[in-house]
């Protein structure tokens, strides 16, 4: 082999190890990329629970303010429940018993308005100031930032008429509706999730400001068991309402389903349910 031979066979061996040395650098930059790239998550949804007392000076104010929210966020974003209190003649035995689940029944802390962002992960009672603007800033400030918190877990749901409905109510203009909530629970996170339950909230609407959406039935926690990553849980609940028998007031009652940690009472995602 003369010299020319060995310079070109060379030559070869070191374009061909460039070649190779480039397609390697590229194909790790994008593996790089790739794992790199952000997983895609369920949209996270804010449950506000306010507490109000019918009489309360105050909470006219934050009724207000929450109301506007709730209708400029939209139910995919903000959903917001209001649980009446203390005998008003709205309360009821399962909004009392919440509020006592969150404050503790003999607290000195009990005093309506009293918000709660995602349960405990905010809490805000009494008014920020006395101008609508403020408290409005508050409140928004405080939904934001549970907004920009990743959901760990993704919720699904339905409903639909019991097959065995419940006798009428006694007045002739009543109705008891009767309905079977069904849905799944999935961890999208990369921890165990344990100490959570699935509960869920019917509340009706009516054109009053403190009634926008408030609760008629508190459906009972159902555990969920040590959740792994890409687990499920499937859960189903029944809830009977009493309504005047007419189409529009069947229209007004709305079904939220929230995931919710038993020990620190955090809302980890709330799930508004679509349809009648």
């Known amino acids: 082999m003369n010299i020319k031979q060995k310079i070109s066979i060379s030559i070869f061996l070191i374009i061909f190890l460039l070649i190779l040395a480039s397609s390697s650098i590229l194909n790790s930059r994008v593996f790089a990329q790739n794992i790199d790239s952000p997983p895609q998550t369920v949209p996270r949804t ?11 000076p105050r909470c006219p104010t934050a009724e207000f303010c929450l109301e506007d ?13 209001e649980e009446q209190l203390w005998g008003d003649g709205y309360d009821t035995a399962e909004t009392n018993a919440r509020y006592d689940w969150y404050v503790g ?5 009990k005093g309506t308005p009293d918000v ?16 609508a603007e403020g408290n409005y800033n508050c409140y928004k400030e405080a939904i934001d930032k549970e907004l920009t918190q990743p959901p760990l877990v993704e919720l699904s ?7 065995n409905p419940l006798p009428q109510g006694e007045k ?40 926008y959406c408030y609760a008629q039935d508190i459906l009972p926690f159902q555990d969920i068991p040590l959740l792994l ?14 309504f005047e028998q007419k189409e529009e007031d069947k229209n007004k009652l709305h079904t939220i389903i929230f995931v919710q940690n038993l020990k620190n009472k955090e809302v980890l995602q709330a799930f508004y349910i679509e349809g009648d």
């Open 105 to 109: 029944i003999n607290s000195n802390q």
């Open 229 to 242: 990553p890409d687990d499920t849980f499937n859960f189903e609940f029944t809830s009977e309402i009493l």
């Open 172 to 211: 002739e203009e009543e109705k008891v509706l009767n309905i079977i909530i069904e849905g799944t629970v999935k961890n999208i996170s990369d921890s165990f999730l344990k100490d959570l339950a699935v509960c869920g909230i019917v509340s009706k609407e009516k054109d009053e400001s403190g009634l």
């Open 46 to 56: 804010v449950l506000v629970e306010l507490f109000i007392q019918e009489g309360c």
């Open 157 to 163: 749901a339905v409903k639909t008429p019991h097959p």
């Open 69 to 81: 929210l709730a209708w400029g966020y939209g139910i995919k974003k903000v959903i917001l429940v």
């Open 116 to 131: 709660f962002i995602n349960g405990l992960s905010r809490r805000l009672q009494g008014l920020a100031c006395d101008c």
